[in-house]
């Protein structure tokens, strides 16, 4: 079945360690995109990727990097500069940016203990 | 600049009541507007989109939603509310040849019995 797998589902990260967040679609999709949702505040876009080996920041990427070296995969490092990072992340990716719409995958939940 | 706003954080209806969840944006060019559902824990999933052409959209589970160029609005309905409907909802919008979609903050829907 074609899809998007986020891994792990649970993550539980020290103060100051950096963490990755795994990504994997396997829908042939060029645009791919992470989140992040809070209570109350919908969904914020951290970075996007429309190409492999081209990503661009989203309106919240400061403490995040990411990369995209294959199409199919688009990990995000959630880094110690990331302030609170308490969160659940959701990857997404659509045949292109814009007026297609998004796929997204199961979730990963992140907690600072 | 884009924005969403959805009326109401919560809206609880009783099983077999119409259910509005409501939906308006801003936009200086035409939109393309998207309702997503998300069950706990989970990633979401589209419910019903609106690109072009017919201005009532019919989506899955029995929703549908009507697009309002004059009122800036995109509400989300249904005729008879199920159990399983509870979940939370999400108004998007992007704008035509644009690359991000801005989601509203979400509405949770809950069904009594």
């Known amino acids: 079945d074609g899809g998007i797998t986020q891994s792990p589902k649970y993550l539980f990260r020290k103060e100051g360690q950096n963490v990755t967040l795994s990504c994997e679609q396997n829908l042939n999709h060029d645009a791919m995109y992470w989140y992040r949702q809070d209570p109350g505040q919908g969904l914020r876009l951290i970075y996007y990727s429309q190409i492999v080996n081209d990503f661009q920041k989203g309106d919240i990427a400061e403490g995040y990097s990411v990369s995209r070296e294959k199409k199919e995969s688009f990990p995000l490092t959630v880094t110690s500069a990331q302030k609170n990072p308490t969160a659940f992340y959701l990857c997404a990716s659509s045949v292109k940016t814009g007026n297609t719409e998004a796929f997204f995958g199961q979730g990963t939940r992140l907690t600072v203990v | 600049a884009q924005s969403v706003t959805q009326l109401g954080s919560h809206v609880s209806v009783s099983e077999g009541a119409l259910v509005l969840l409501r939906c308006n944006y801003s936009s200086s060019v035409p939109p393309y507007l998207f309702w997503y559902v998300q069950y706990p824990n989970q990633g979401l999933q589209l419910l019903l989109k609106y690109t072009t052409g017919a201005t009532l959209v019919k989506g899955i589970n029995g929703f549908e939603a009507e697009f309002k160029k004059s009122e800036t609005s995109f509400h989300l309905t249904k005729p008879s509310a199920h159990m399983s409907d509870a979940a939370e909802y999400f108004c998007?919008?992007?704008?035509?040849?644009?690359?991000?979609?801005?989601f509203g903050a979400g509405t949770r829907l809950f069904v009594k019995a």
């Open positions: 998007a919008v992007t704008r035509t040849g644009g690359f991000k979609t801005i």
